[in-house]
């Protein structure tokens, strides 16, 4: 009895056997033998039948892989067709439709009706290869190399200031051209050899460039021979502050952010400064003439001056309307409007604050020029009875004498003269207007 048993399953087994190689002759029509090697496929999950898929998946041809290898310089990069194991019936029935863990004949055709039917190149080869731009993306990423400009290494303690690093090119790997490349190879064998192309990128900046930005664009200097001891240290400390500034294309340069706050912790020392219309002792005394001769260097220079103001009382070392006040509501600010850099050197020769720009050359000459239409009366003087006989020893009673003549203030109007290299003037512009108060005068009144 068992034994019957036994036989009645065996003849069940194959007929089974027999009704599923039926099915799979009938319903796999787009896997037809001749389109596949001889070997045998691999089954990867079994899964329940319905009307349009057969109960089983055939995944795989295992010698039938596509193999493309990508050659740049020495290097290579190998894309191996892998076999996608679905997850489900869903994902089965997605690698089934795309061919995915078909045939090389059999993914080429989908790609050819993917290309027709308007899909790019990339994305049709996407479609039956999911895997292959992982393996493009990898060597784009590695061949390609960004250009690099060249630069200027700016160090004004040093003799020469500037030292130039030369440009080197770089390449860029035509995606687009690549994946049609990879395609056309493909079509002809499945196990194609392919060298990348790319195509030169150029630097923005050269080597010639930076040997044209490093020309001296204007030099300004004021004299502070009559300055006092702590006056003096003042300036040479403020200019080396702002010695070695370097302004990129675009970019702003503050005085007050470079240099500073001027307090005795930053190595500044009490001199002359004017505050409310009066010369007065005060920290950092001396530093508005470091600005002032910044600004005349930057005017002359063509930078573009964002902000500069005017002191309250007109100053000895330069002409009115072309001085520039600093103090901690007030500074000088000037951008760079150029495409390349700029560079700042500041020293003291001597009594002389020293203001050097340099850049590209300009195609015109800067000359200011100051005029003044008018005069203003310094204010009514002031009066000190001499009790000491300071200033009116020997005098009458009421007689007087000047302790501080007055001076005049005046209404002045700056103004920037542009001139070709012919000497030409082609512009003339009025940058500022001023009025400076006048000085009061002291005088002593003998008891």
């Not at 895997?131 to 400009?149: E, F, G, L, W």
Request: proline fraction near 6%; glycine fraction near 6%; charge should be neutral.
């Amino acid at each position: 009895m068992k034994t019957a048993k036994r036989v009645l399953l065996l003849v069940l087994v194959c007929v089974i056997v027999a009704l599923a190689l039926a099915m799979t002759d009938s319903e796999y029509g787009d896997f037809a033998d001749d389109e596949f090697c001889d070997d045998e496929f691999a089954v990867t999950e079994i899964y329940e039948p319905d009307d349009e898929y057969p109960g089983y998946i055939l995944t795989h041809a295992p010698d039938c892989d596509t193999q493309l290898t990508l050659l740049y310089g020495g290097r290579f990069f190998a894309y191996d067709d892998p076999v996608i194991k679905p997850t489900d019936h869903l994902v089965a029935i997605d690698i089934f439709e795309r061919k995915i863990n078909g045939t090389h004949a059999q993914k080429l055709k989908l790609i050819e009706e993917q290309i027709a039917a308007g899909n790019s190149i990339k994305k049709s080869l996407e479609y039956c290869f999911p895997k292959i731009n992982d393996t493009v993306s990898s060597a784009i990423a590695a061949v390609n190399k960004p250009p690099r400009d060249a630069e200027i290494d700016f160090n004004p303690r040093k003799t020469p200031a500037f030292e130039i690093k030369a440009e080197a090119q770089g390449r860029k790997v035509d995606e687009l051209a690549l994946y049609s490349k990879i395609y056309s190879a493909l079509k002809n064998r499945p196990d194609p050899v392919i060298n990348i192309d790319t195509v030169p990128l150029y630097p923005d900046i050269t080597y010639a460039d930076c040997v044209r930005a490093v020309n001296l664009r204007s030099r300004f200097t004021t004299d502070f021979s009559k300055s006092a001891a702590g006056r003096r240290h003042n300036i040479a400390l403020a200019l080396n502050k702002i010695n070695g500034a370097r302004l990129d294309a675009g970019e702003k340069f503050s005085f007050n952010k470079r240099v500073g706050p001027r307090s005795s912790a930053a190595g500044f020392q009490t001199a002359k400064i004017i505050m409310d219309g009066k010369f007065t002792e005060g920290l950092g005394g001396g530093v508005c003439q470091v600005s002032t001769t910044l600004y005349n260097a930057a005017i002359r220079a063509d930078l573009a001056v964002t902000h500069a103001v005017g002191h309250s009382l007109p100053v000895s070392y330069v002409s009115p309307s072309f001085d520039a006040m600093v103090s901690s509501r007030c500074d000088l600010s000037f951008v760079n409007e150029g495409k390349m850099p700029v560079f700042i050197k500041c020293f003291a020769k001597g009594s002389t604050a020293v203001v050097e720009i340099y850049g590209t050359p300009l195609p015109y000459t800067i000359q200011p020029h100051s005029v003044v239409p008018g005069y203003v009366p310094p204010p009514p003087a002031e009066e000190i009875i001499d009790t000491s006989g300071a200033y009116t020893f020997g005098f009458m009673s009421g007689e007087r004498a000047w302790v501080k003549s007055p001076k005049n203030g005046l209404k002045s109007e700056g103004y920037l003269n542009y001139y070709n290299h012919r000497g030409d003037l082609i512009n003339r512009k009025r940058i500022r207007k001023d009025a400076y108060k006048g000085i009061r005068g002291v005088y002593a009144i003998a008891p």
